[in-house]
């Protein structure tokens, strides 16, 4: 079982839709990570939050929008998505930002 | 830019077997460097690390290589089984700078029983 838990497990939406993905962790880690992973494919790094601040934003399109509430939460909002954002995305954190980093079981999002 | 990559893309062993999971990197200044195992429907999974003032690391059934002078890191599973069959990823992580992993492009571990 992973320690960082992430909801929904699966998600269909429409491309007008407005929707949020959900991560937690309870292990005191001050890092967290958004991946989005294509199959067959590595993770690609979206953002990462350092103590609740945003530290890396790979240029990533201004539909997906992260939010980092407290030191245990991230959330990523998504809204007016294309097909192409089709893909498993995933959560992650560390202890500090450079650290190895503990993955969740991902959210398997797919646009209509 | 400059990327991680692996040799071979599918690798398929024996049960018993000894497997070894290759991968070059080009980013000379990457001074740590981690393996993960993901499963179907699961998200990736830490196995073991190293860092550049190492060239060897052990953990149980598992080793990992580090040759800073060819840029090579290698995977070694001892006594492979079929709970091992899985996608492999090497990641490395510049010590300053961006502190964060960038992700080779998987082999796949298949174990025949």
């Known amino acids: 079982d992973t320690e960082v838990t992430q909801t929904p497990k699966h998600l269909v939406m429409g491309m007008t839709n407005k929707k949020s993905l959900k991560c937690e962790q309870h292990?005191?880690?001050?890092?967290m990570y958004w991946y989005k992973q294509k199959a067959k494919k590595p993770p690609e790094l979206m953002f990462v939050?350092?103590?609740?601040?945003?530290?890396i934003n790979e240029s990533v399109p201004s539909r997906f929008s992260p939010e980092c509430p407290n030191s245990s939460l991230l959330n990523l909002h998504l809204h007016a998505l294309q097909p192409e954002d089709s893909a498993l995305y995933l959560c992650?954190?560390?202890?500090?930002?450079?650290?190895?980093?503990?993955f969740g079981d991902g959210t398997r999002l797919s646009i209509l | 830019g400059e990327s991680v990559g692996l040799h071979l893309p599918t690798l398929s062993v024996q049960e018993g077997d000894n497997s070894i999971i290759n991968c070059a990197y080009s980013n000379s200044a990457s001074d740590y460097f981690i393996w993960y195992k993901q499963e179907s429907g699961k998200g990736p999974q830490f196995i073991i690390d190293i860092r550049s003032n190492m060239d060897k690391r052990q953990g149980q059934r598992v080793t990992v290589l580090l040759n800073k002078t060819v840029k090579h890191l290698s995977l070694q599973i001892a006594a492979t089984q079929p709970g091992d069959s899985a996608v492999y990823f090497c990641?490395?992580?510049?010590?300053?700078?961006?502190?964060?992993?960038?992700f080779g492009s998987g082999t796949r571990l298949q174990v025949q029983p």
């Open positions: 992650a954190s560390s202890l500090v930002s450079g650290q190895p980093q503990h």
């Open positions: 292990m005191g880690h001050r890092a």
């Open positions: 990641a490395e992580l510049m010590d300053t700078g961006r502190r964060a992993l960038t």
């Open positions: 939050y350092s103590y609740e601040k945003l530290s």
